[in-house]
Every structure is written in C-alpha cells, then in structure tokens.
T-cell receptor
Framework: KAGVTQTPRYLIKTRGQQVTLSCSPI?????VSWYQQTPGQGLQFLFE???????NKGNFPGRFSGRQFSNSRSEMNVSTLELGDSALYLC????????????FGPGTRLLVL | AQSVTQLDSHVSVSEGTPVLLRCNYS??????LFWYVQHPNKGLQLLLK??????LVKGINGFEAEFKKSETSFHLTKPSAHMSDAAEYFC????????????FGTGTRLKVLA
C-alpha cells in the first residue's frame, strides 16, 4: 500500500505570496492532519480534516487554511506569507477520528524569503 | 491537562551499547502512546505504539518501550545501537477531549558514536 504523499517536496516563496500544499493519504484513510515543524517551536498541530470537514484546529492565524476533497486528499493554504512561516509542513493520515495511528508523509519544506 | 515530556533533548551513545530515551506523560485517561523517529529531512516514521494491551511493546528495528502507569513513563530502549539509529525521536500521547489530538514531545536527538 502506498504511503502518504506530499507535493511539492520543496518550495521557495517570498513574503506576501501565498502557497498551496497537497497531501494524498493512504488509501482507505479518511482523516488528514497537518503539522508545522520548526527548530524553535517543534511540531505544532495545524488542523485535522475528516469527511471534507475540519474537525480540529490548532492555534494558528487565519492565514492558514485547509480543505479536504471527497477522495480524502487534502490541501493547505498559507496566504500573505511571513518569514516565520518557513518550516517543514507534515501531513499525516489515519483511518478515522478515534485516536488511530497517524502515518506521516515526507513533508514539504517551505522557505520564505 | 494532557502533556508529554521527553527528559533529554540530546543523547549520545557508542555503537553497540544500549539506548534509553526517556518519556513521561500526563493524562487523565488511559492514553495511547507512540514513538516516532525522524531522520534528517524526512517525515516521521512510526516505531511502536501502546494501546492498553501488553505493557511491553516491541517495535521495528529492535526498539521496544515499556508502559509504566505508576511512573507515568513510556521509555524507549534498544539493546544495541547502530549507526543508522542516529535521528530524532518523538514521544507522542493521543488524548481525547471531545476529539482526539496528538500531543508531541519536544524530541530527543540521538547521536551514535563509532
């Protein structure tokens, strides 16, 4: 079974731009979570989607948004990029919402200049 | 409040010697606990998980962890370190407060010396 895939793997943007990251979960998994990983803050939860609905949200500004499609694929968008948004963005999928194991993708490395 | 504490930010061991990475958790309920490993510029890979079955959990690559409720600990061990074990390790507790949420420890960077 294929694992979680994320595209693109690397991205360079400038301040003020927006970016969209994509995540394809493991086949059959319906829940997708997004995390931001930085050296200073570690791993921080962004949001979780299940059945095209946001079920859980972390403490991030409204510039960070996401969505999930009917095939469980998910995208996250960051608008008006700031230097501090430079990070590794990780996507994880799980079967459902009952605390099942999350399986992580390789991440998208975003650099904001 | 639910939380997880990794007691060491860095651990160095010599190749062939035992590994011990320490994790303490705080949870009002019976938690699900996980250990993940992250190699440089990679995503997180599941090493093992505890979900209230056997307290000694065996994972991949020779790692195991023991759930000790009385000590609220879930330490990760390996009898003999290999150079390829050098990575960052995260202890995670899955908690429910209406919805489930993963709470990550701050990570322990393991260095293996030749």
């Amino acid at each position: 079974k294929a694992g979680v895939t994320q595209t693109p793997r690397y991205l360079i943007k400038t301040r003020g731009q927006q970016v969209t990251l994509s995540c394809s979960p493991i086949s059959g998994h319906r829940s997708v979570s997004w995390y931001q990983q930085t050296p200073g803050q570690g791993l921080q939860f962004l949001f979780e989607y299940f059945s095209e609905t946001q079920r859980n949200k972390g403490n991030f500004p409204g510039r960070f948004s996401g969505r999930q499609f009917s095939n469980s694929r998910s995208e996250m968008n960051v608008s008006t990029l700031e230097l501090g948004d430079s990070a590794l963005y990780l996507c994880a999928s799980s079967l459902g919402l009952n605390g099942e194991t999350q399986y992580f993708g390789p991440g998208t490395r975003l650099l904001v200049l | 409040a639910q939380s997880v504490t990794q007691l060491d930010s860095h651990v160095s061991v010599s190749e062939g010697t035992p590994v011990l990475l320490r994790c303490n958790y705080s949870s009002s309920y019976s938690p699900s606990l996980f250990w993940y490993v992250q190699h440089p510029n990679k995503g997180l890979q599941l090493l093992l998980k505890y979900t209230s079955a056997a307290t000694l959990v065996k994972g991949i690559n020779g790692f195991e962890a023991e759930f000790k409720k009385s000590e609220t600990s879930f330490h990760l061990t390996k009898p003999s370190a290999h150079m390829s074990d050098a990575a960052e390790y995260f202890c995670v507790v899955s908690v429910s407060s209406g919805t489930y949420k993963y709470i990550f420890g701050t990570g322990t960077r393991l260095k293996v010396l030749a």
